[in-house]
């Protein structure tokens, strides 16, 4: 079965750390792997996909086919990244529970 | 830049009652979704439409949903007997690329079954 994992519902650092949110998934074949991100108050919206290998606002995310994980890392982390971050497989997504990422100043 | 719009934002109904929560995707889209979010609980998959039929759906979309496009631009979810489980915030997405496009989500719609 294709299932989504994310361990932490909250996560709190201070800024200027570093942050790393986990994502563990169940996949048979060749996955597809998003993080989403929720801002307050605004729309879900992607942050990065595995496939475009790129590093937008600072995050990026190594799929790692072995430990089956998509874990999402930023070196130091700013007050504006506060939001909640989803990990999705697919195409029709399978969304992961979400962890509440929390900067404080 | 286009976005995804859901109406209503809030959908008050009471128990029984017929629902349709409408959603223009963006126009150049052709694969549309349909998520809810129970609260405290994850986003779940609901349902998937192209070329005018469901594509694929979740064991969540029973008999009581169903989807349309009823002209070019809107996308609509109907449930037929409003649950009070159904509560929720539905979202709708839009994507050009089923396979590895990004979804655009719209700004949910809030049901509260009574």
């Known amino acids: 079965a294709q299932r989504v994992t994310q361990p932490e519902k909250l996560l709190s650092v201070f800024k200027g750390a570093p942050v790393e949110l986990k994502c563990n998934y169940s996949?048979?074949?060749?996955?597809?792997l998003f993080w989403y991100v929720q801002y307050s108050r605004q729309r879900l919206q992607l942050l990065l996909r595995?496939?475009s290998r790129e590093s937008i606002k600072g995050f990026t995310a190594d799929l790692n086919k072995g430990e089956t994980s998509f874990h999402l890392k930023k070196p130091f982390a700013q007050e504006e990244d506060s939001a909640m971050y989803y990990c999705?497989?697919?195409?029709?997504?399978?969304f992961g529970q979400g962890t509440e990422l929390s900067v404080k100043p | 830049e286009p976005e995804v719009t859901q109406t209503p934002s809030h959908q008050v109904t009471q128990m029984g009652q017929e629902v349709i929560l409408r959603c223009v995707p963006i126009?150049?889209?052709?694969?549309f979704y349909w998520y809810r979010q129970i609260l405290g609980q994850k986003v779940e998959f609901l349902v998937s439409?192209?070329?005018?039929?469901?594509?694929?759906k979740s064991e969540i979309f029973d008999d009581q949903f169903s989807v349309e496009r009823p002209d070019g631009s809107n996308f609509t979810l109907k449930i037929r007997s409003t649950k009070l489980e159904d509560s929720a915030m539905y979202f709708c997405?839009?994507?050009?690329?089923?396979?590895?496009?990004?979804?655009?989500f719209g700004p949910g719609t809030r049901l509260t079954v009574t």
């Open positions: 439409f192209y070329n005018n039929e469901i594509s694929e």
């Open positions: 595995h496939i």
């Open positions: 996949y048979s074949g060749s996955p597809e």
């Open positions: 999705a497989l697919g195409g029709k997504l399978i």
């Open positions: 997405a839009s994507t050009e690329d089923a396979a590895e496009g990004e979804q655009y």
């Open positions: 126009s150049n889209h052709l694969y």
